[in-house]
């Protein structure tokens, strides 16, 4: 039994967060998409505006194109009068020049013909066939928006590290863009250890289970803009781990799950030794104690615990802030509700316990069962978090969910 | 001028909810995806279990498989020794069935070997060649995952309508199951109208803008769990808006943008009202009053305004919670921060005001430039609310920002 490793240093979760901080280098890869792929996506370069938005200037509303200072005085007891030359639907331009007593009616877009300098409202108007009464004068500039008014030629609409949301995504379609160089996301290797671990889809021998981690953190991978890389479940010996390791550090970034908790199977870390530098394992939450995290090569390798539960917390928790770093997603926003406690739970002393929870009626139901269990998160709306001086939380005490998506 | 319909009756933000929630049925079509790609889809079937997990008695700690009566009675000063006849290692199983006076080694996961009842952890253990002196007793089923512990055979484990977050991929992979069938993903027609738009790609002629909302709509839609069928721009003709919908309504959504202001140009809504009916026309909300939301055969069709942040903007509040209910998803919790607003903001009367606010040092700055202006929104990190009764609110004065993603 003298080969069995003890957890030398367990971290505190805010210090396992700054190791793994310290350490990600975000990824520099970069590649072109349409921009209807690209939701979402990091802009990897900057967009200088190549044309005026508006590229002309527009009519903002219906009405009819006149020359400001003609409808000076105008009133609905004392009108002005303009001759209706030309009448211009959306997407109709002129190729008259405005002359003095004249209007044409535009439509809201419409470019706003030469000669004319602002827009009469239609409802400030009364038309009776070729001519226009003006019942309320205008401004130069009224309702129209000028050429360049919402880009520039010229101007930085976006920066590089820009994450591409809805709006970002309609700015490059109004400058005419059909494609983004974004960052590529980081491709991520996925490795169950073990040799009771079996792929879904086939029957289980004796001693088998199905492999849950790979799926779930398969999961966790896809929601925070990674691309995961499923790989076949490796025995748990050191020659294997090694051959693994060196054939798959050319990912951006390798995740074990199973094997690194304490036991004479525990030859993860020992592997990780040899190859490179362990930052911590061991951190002071449940569950999910034994979670490892090492450089190699300066690509992070990170060992989750076997269990389901432990395992798909601890890549909430750790794992999910380590991925969007490298993907230069700005931190997660964490939504959360305040409800009451549904009945009283008791936490382990030394380690601040994260608690799954399910809401019914604004109050938080504990869930967990144990950390073997998978079911203890399928149920679970969120989790709380009792820090390592908390005991006990009473009934009806005030929480803080965290919500899970 | 007699052709321009005035807004018959604006609604308020929640009247317009109300009618789109009534108004929308859920999607009925299903699918078999694998359920590595069944990442947030809506679970079709009632999923039973057709296995217990675990499938057998498992050790949940690295130790010694016994027979708990025997280490009764077991201390430091008094151990109880055993007879080591096997060591298995995680993966493996045993053949034997334990008898009086021995163990077995095993790692966590092991299955328990026949004839034993408990697992005594390695740390109460001192080992000496074949045997193993037991420290301190263990009561039957100590350190032991019973079969079935975490799922029973025949069990429902995940309800229709779940939403298939990473657990619930865990527990399907923990049953083995390579498919799940879920609800299709709603197919909704993108559709701009108006002459003057051009194709993101190609050269712009005179008086053409590009296309921008066609692709923020569809980067709505594809966040809320649809699937976007970009369209041609259509001429905002009565004829053409007319073959639009007959072509178009076999989608199980149709979204139209621009061409639902009022003006000459605006034929959709009797278009539409040829075909269905109008739950509504014009909303009391700033930016955004001419969007109509009507059913067409029992299908939503939307006429979003043609300004793009107004689009966008309402495509947030309307479209999106449409979307959801459609493809079944759960409603969209809300990301808020609380912050102090930077600089005093005036609202115009009699509308709800939705004012696009970057956050900077914890201050709300107001970012909104115009309704047609796309870089409105392209710096916000989310929206104020402005009440309809609300006229002013002053510099320094805490804001609830509804944040954008």
Redesign the interface.
């Known amino acids: 039994?003298s080969k069995?490793t003890p957890f030398k240093e367990l971290v505190s979760y805010e210090e396992a967060l700054k190791r793994i901080h310290k350490s990600i280098k975000p990824i520099n890869r970069t590649e072109s998409v349409p921009?209807?792929k690209a939701?979402?996506r990091v802009l990897a370069q900057e967009i200088m505006a190549n044309?005026s938005?508006?590229?002309?200037h527009?009519a903002?509303m219906?009405g009819y194109a006149v020359k400001a200072e003609e409808t000076f005085g105008a009133s609905s007891f004392k009108p002005k009068t303009l001759k209706l030359t030309e009448i211009l639907?959306?997407?109709?331009?002129s190729n008259e020049v405005l002359d003095k007593g004249e209007c044409i009616q535009v439509?809201?877009?419409?470019?706003v013909p030469k000669g004319a300098d602002a827009v009469v409202m239609?409802e400030f108007?009364e038309?009776s066939d070729n001519t226009v009464s003006i019942l309320k004068p205008v401004y130069p500039g009224a309702n129209i928006?000028p050429k360049g008014?919402?880009?520039e030629e010229g101007q930085i609409?976006?920066e590089i590290g820009k994450q591409l949301?809805?709006?970002?995504?309609?700015?490059?379609?109004?400058?005419?863009?059909?494609e983004a160089t974004v960052y590529e996301k980081p491709r991520i290797a996925v490795v169950p250890t073990?040799?009771?671990?079996?792929e879904?889809?086939?029957p289980?021998k004796?001693?088998?289970?199905?492999?849950?981690?790979?799926?779930?953190l398969?999961?966790?991978i896809?929601?925070n803009g990674a691309i995961p890389v499923?790989c076949k479940a490796v025995?748990?010996t050191a020659d294997e781990l090694r051959t693994t390791v060196k054939k798959l550090i050319h990912h951006d970034m390798i995740v074990f799950s199973?094997g690194s908790?304490?036991?004479?199977?525990d030859l993860l870390v020992r592997v990780v030794q040899e190859f490179g530098t362990v930052l911590f394992h061991g951190i002071q939450v449940k569950p999910g104690k034994p979670t490892l995290f090492s450089l190699i090569r300066g690509k992070p390798v990170f060992g989750m615990p076997?269990y389901?539960?432990s395992c798909?917390l601890n890549?909430y928790l750790l794992l999910a802030p380590a991925i969007r770093q490298m993907a230069r997603l700005p931190p997660k926003?964490e939504?959360t509700v305040k409800v009451k406690l549904a009945k009283r739970v008791v936490s382990s002393t030394g380690r601040a316990q994260f608690l799954t929870v399910k809401i019914r009626d604004n109050q938080a139901y504990p869930v967990f069962?144990?950390s073997?269990?998978?079911?203890s998160?399928?149920e679970?709306d969120g989790y709380i978090i009792l820090p390592i001086n908390i005991d006990v939380v009473e009934k009806n005490e005030e929480v803080t969910v965290f919500?899970?998506?």
């Open positions: 039994m069995m921009i209807e939701l979402d044309m938005v508006p590229p002309f527009r903002a219906d639907h959306a997407g109709a331009s439509a809201t877009g419409s470019p239609v108007t038309r928006s008014e919402d880009v609409v976006l949301f809805p709006a970002r995504i309609g700015v490059l379609a109004a400058l005419g863009r059909e073990g040799t009771e671990i079996q879904v889809g086939s289980l004796k001693g088998q289970i199905y492999d849950v981690n790979s799926y779930t398969s999961s966790i896809t929601k499923k025995p748990d199973g908790s304490v036991g004479e199977q076997g389901p539960t798909l890549a926003i939504k069962k144990q073997g269990a998978i079911t998160m399928t679970a919500l899970l998506d």
